[in-house]
């Protein structure tokens, strides 16, 4: 697994179609491909804005991925350099669906092109069910668009 994650890290641009098909490719068993699915969403991280092609392919799995890739995926958005209009809808379902720290601090890169989250992340802030990193971090994601100028 090692020689191929070097193999698609140095083929950068090349092997880029290749990770893209890997991301939705099935698998014989789920694990499995969640474990394909997180090696990949790691080298497209480091890969970074080259990467920002497979944009699609990592919101999907924001949106219908298992829980732990989904944040993998969430937190890949912004590293990839994936524009707003694509990551910030799908990284505010997630949120919705489940507010947790990893999503919130990628829609937090966003700054004021996630604006229009500002009353979702004031309801997450002000919710006592939630564990107090959770709530700080909705603070924390409203204080970067505030610096941004929203």
Same mark, same amino acid.
Request: net charge negative.
């Given at each position: 697994?090692?020689?191929?994650?070097a193999?698609? &890290?140095?083929?950068?641009e090349?092997r880029l179609?290749?990770?893209r098909? &890997?991301?939705?490719? !099935?698998?014989?068993?789920k694990?499995?491909?969640?474990a394909?699915? &997180?090696?990949v969403?790691?080298?497209?991280?480091e890969?970074g !804005?080259?990467?920002?092609s497979?944009?699609?392919?990592?919101?999907?799995?924001v949106?219908?991925?298992m829980?732990?890739v989904a944040s993998?995926?969430a937190?890949?958005l912004?590293?990839?350099?994936a524009?707003?209009g694509?990551a910030?809808?799908v990284i505010?379902?997630?949120?919705?669906?489940? =507010?947790?720290?990893? =999503?919130?601090?990628?829609?937090?890169?966003?700054?004021?092109?996630?604006?229009e989250?500002?009353s &979702?992340?004031?309801?997450?802030? +002000?919710?006592?069910d939630l564990?107090v990193?959770?709530?700080? +971090?909705a603070v924390r994601?409203?204080?970067?668009?505030?610096?941004?100028?929203?």
């Amino acid at each position: 697994m090692e020689t191929a994650r070097a193999e698609l &890290l140095a083929g950068g641009e090349q092997r880029l179609t290749e990770m893209r098909q &890997l991301l939705s490719a !099935p698998a014989s068993e789920k694990w499995e491909q969640d474990a394909v699915q &997180l090696r990949v969403l790691e080298i497209l991280q480091e890969l970074g !804005p080259a990467a920002q092609s497979a944009g699609p392919e990592v919101a999907a799995l924001v949106a219908d991925g298992m829980p732990h890739v989904a944040s993998v995926a969430a937190q890949t958005l912004p590293a990839i350099g994936a524009p707003a209009g694509l990551a910030v809808p799908v990284i505010t379902r997630s949120i919705q669906r489940e =507010p947790t720290v990893v =999503p919130l601090r990628a829609l937090a890169e966003y700054h004021e092109e996630a604006g229009e989250t500002v009353s &979702l992340l004031m309801e997450i802030m +002000n919710r006592h069910d939630l564990d107090v990193e959770t709530r700080w +971090n909705a603070v924390r994601t409203i204080g970067k668009m505030r610096e941004a100028g929203v």
